[in-house]
């Protein structure tokens, strides 16, 4: 198997983005990608996107976008895994340069969910929870998660202001990220007033809709030392991916979230690697007790000590261990199939040493997590600068 | 955006209408609704069980902001039940105060409508929880 890295990082526009469509998005991200390449052709092209077809009637998005970038010929391949496509989209153009089919790859992700109303946008992102076991009776992914937050707070005593540190402490980082969607400061006392959505839950808990595109440039080891620039050259350690049940129900130990701690034993254990040697992390906050049953999960922290992180200051930038300080899921943007290669970016924003008032001192190695539905689906990537 | 069709609605009426389950002949380990490969130990032969309808809450919320299909019914009660022999279920907590919903309560599954497509299209018939 050879060895990746990453050579080009590049974002879109994100926010609600009106004025451009899923492609143009797309085709902003892929650019910038490109251009820090400093490469203008690529051998294969993935893309992670959950339900465009729900979102803009949209399918077929790989010769899409191939098209659309000029390069129409080249493979292109869509992945969906829901919240987690991204990341699925980034380990299939991993896995295709350790296989030896492609030298060079544009792994991406997009999702433009405002063209749709609100309950249209709902019902889509529902999609990705069981249909006949869970959405037919009213559920939310709010309300699946909020069941989740209850059974922890229960076990572990988890409070209701420990799950609102968390959404303070991601806010706080992405008022420091020009990219980030919601760059305003929140109290504790702002997310326990602000409004219920799924009981414990309130709407500061939840992440944002986010129209977004991310993509980056993976390079077998040879081609990436040629486009370095000078530039660190951050290496794919480790990789690992898991699934579950996706229905909650079916889950014997609904405070845990077994796929992700299967998923990052993998990439742990590729990269050979601990968690201890981790020194930055971007985790799908999609909702704040899913940040504290992440980082249980990847051995980040013990079992039950996930409402104590961002309370203690742990995870806070200045911390012993960063974690989101891109602003995370909640402050920075949510485009669904967008997230798993964003959180990439970022981490290779960290590692470059590129993140300006946002930069984890000393950062070498960092760890991504992304994942599907209620942990259905979970890729762990990590990312260390090359000796 | 309804997923509600005549067809899909009417082969899922075993599960919701008459709560049949099936039992792994390996295993014992009770599947519902039914399905063709056990998910504890792989087998594929089953004998058909129908669900005692008496559970207690594992977890619950209070949904504020409901999908289009539940839009009226807010705010309702959402939980997971687990009923006798470990089979567990999600759906709606009915005929009770969703603030005074809590872990352990006792319930039992009731046959109710649980959503509408519109004025003239399928109504949906399944399972609520209600205090036992």
């Known amino acids: 198997m050879r060895d990746v890295a990453i050579v080009g990082i590049g974002l879109s526009r994100w926010g609600e983005v009106w004025d451009a469509s899923l492609r143009t998005l797309w085709t902003e991200a892929a650019l910038a990608a490109l251009d820090d390449a400093g490469i203008d052709h690529v051998d294969s092209i993935t893309v992670g996107s959950m339900a465009p077809g729900l979102f803009v009637g949209q399918e077929h998005l790989g010769g899409l976008l191939a098209g659309e970038l000029g390069m129409a010929g080249v493979p292109a391949t869509r992945v969906e895994s829901a919240c987690a496509s991204g990341g699925v989209a980034l380990r299939t153009g991993f896995a295709e340069i350790a296989a030896g089919l492609a030298d060079i790859v544009l792994a991406t992700g997009v999702e433009k969910m405002t063209d749709v109303s609100g309950d249209d946008c709902t019902a889509a992102l529902a999609a990705a929870a069981d249909a006949e076991l869970e959405v037919f009776h009213g559920a939310t992914f709010p309300a699946l998660y909020a069941m989740m937050a209850r059974v922890h707070m229960a076990r572990w005593g988890t409070t209701r202001e420990q799950l609102a540190m968390v959404a303070v402490k991601n806010h706080r980082h992405g008022s420091l990220n020009p990219h980030a969607q919601f760059r305003q400061q929140i109290t504790v006392k702002d997310v326990l007033s602000s409004a219920k959505v799924a009981d414990p839950l309130n709407i500061l808990d939840c992440s944002p809709i986010t129209d977004g595109a991310a993509a980056v440039v993976l390079a077998d080891m040879e081609t990436a030392r040629k486009l370095a620039h000078g530039r660190p050259l951050i290496r794919i350690a480790g990789v690992g991916q898991a699934s579950d049940h996706i229905a909650l129900q079916s889950r014997p130990d609904m405070a845990a979230i077994p796929a992700t701690t299967a998923a990052a034993q993998r990439a742990f254990k590729m990269a050979g690697k601990t968690p201890a040697d981790v020194h930055v992390a971007e985790v799908h906050d999609c909702f704040t007790i899913a940040e504290i049953m992440v980082l249980e999960a990847l051995g980040l922290c013990p079992a039950g000590e996930g409402g104590r992180q961002a309370e203690s200051g742990r995870t806070a930038l200045g911390g012993a261990l960063p974690v989101n300080p891109s602003g995370g899921l909640k402050s920075k943007g949510h485009p669904v199939g967008a997230t798993g290669v964003a959180q990439a970016v970022e981490i290779v924003t960290q590692l470059r040493g590129a993140a300006g008032k946002r930069q984890v001192a000393n950062a070498r190695v960092g760890l991504t997590q992304n994942m599907g539905g209620t942990g259905a689906s979970t890729v762990v990537h990590i990312l260390e600068v090359a000796p | ?132």
């Open chain 2, 1 to 132: 955006m309804s997923t509600l069709n005549p067809a899909r609605t009417a082969r899922e009426y075993p599960a919701r209408y008459r709560l049949e389950a099936a039992r792994c002949e390996a295993c014992g380990a009770v599947s519902f609704p039914a399905r063709l490969v056990c998910p504890a130990c792989r087998g594929r032969k089953f004998a058909a069980v129908t669900l005692a309808p008496e559970g207690k809450v594992l977890t619950w919320t209070v949904i504020h902001v409901g999908p289009p299909s539940h839009k009226h019914d807010v705010p309702y009660a959402l939980a997971v039940i687990e009923l006798g022999g470990g089979v567990r279920v999600t759906c709606q907590i009915a005929d009770v105060d969703p603030a005074k919903v809590e872990a352990g309560m006792a319930v039992k599954l009731e046959f109710r409508r649980i959503q509408q497509d519109g004025e003239a299209g399928v109504i949906a018939y399944g399972h609520k929880a209600v205090p036992a």
